[in-house]
């Protein structure tokens, strides 16, 4: 298997593992506390970090426009 380049780091056969933390929405859209979990993240030794947006309005937008076809 060749090897992928992610900012200073290799992934791929006889490299270190590349940790993720999924922070996902547990941020609640608040910016403060995405920060702080990322901080975290950071200090736990993770490579990189997933965040994720809701936004509720739009997937019922989605849902009624689904419902509707």
Do not use: W
Request: proline share 1%; aromatic share 6%; glycine share 8%.
């Amino acid at each position: 298997m060749s090897t992928v380049r992610i900012g200073n780091r290799l992934i791929g056969d006889d490299q270190p593992c590349f940790v993720v933390a999924e922070i996902g929405i547990n941020h609640n859209g608040d910016i403060d506390l995405a920060k702080r979990l990322i901080s975290v993240a950071v200090a736990a030794g993770c490579d990189a970090e997933l965040c994720c947006r809701y936004d509720s309005q739009l997937r019922y937008r989605y849902q009624s426009a689904a419902a509707i076809s």
